[in-house]
């Protein structure tokens, strides 16, 4: 017995009955989640303003370095304070007299990057602090100037060697 084959139109009738539903359905859901996208796009931009209003007043009033020293944004800079205080401190003539010491430190750190020189120019204020001579007239200076410390001097001192390192290494691009 052969089973009656259907006619074409019936096949027609059951796709258009399913498929286009189906497709309706598949777009409805596609736009749910296009919606989703958009609403969570909204919420992250939402975010990431706050996370900026947050650091911004972290970095104001609960920072290690002196804001009025360092712009914040990436990469730190000195602003014109903190370049007035280089020079006020005496650091940019206790620098130069040392420069070779700061640079092989931060040689022997073999940084590959930019943020590298920043980590190493900053560790070097740190370690010369409890070891060379030279930098010992920061000990008087905070003796001195009680509001200032290791922990929030540091920073400015670090991006001043930074900034002088990486002149002369423009092979450190990133």
Known sequence: MNAPIPSASKFIDIILTIGIPAIVLALIYIGKKLQILSDLRIAIEKIKNNIKVISDYLITNHSTFDPTELRAYSPLRLTE??????????????????????????????????????????????????????????????????????????????????????????????
């Open 81 to 174: 304070a903190g370049e007035a205080f280089i020079q006020k401190i005496g650091f940019n003539n206790v620098f130069e007299k040392n420069k070779t010491d700061f640079f092989s430190f931060i040689d022997e750190e073999n940084p590959k990057l930019k943020y590298d020189v920043e980590a190493a120019a900053i560790k070097s204020i740190r370690v010369f602090y409890e070891e060379k001579e030279f930098i010992s007239f920061l000990k008087v200076f905070f003796y001195d100037n009680p509001n200032r410390n290791l922990e929030n001097t540091a920073p400015t001192l670090g991006v001043y060697i930074r900034d002088k390192y990486l002149s002369e290494h423009p092979e450190i691009t990133q």
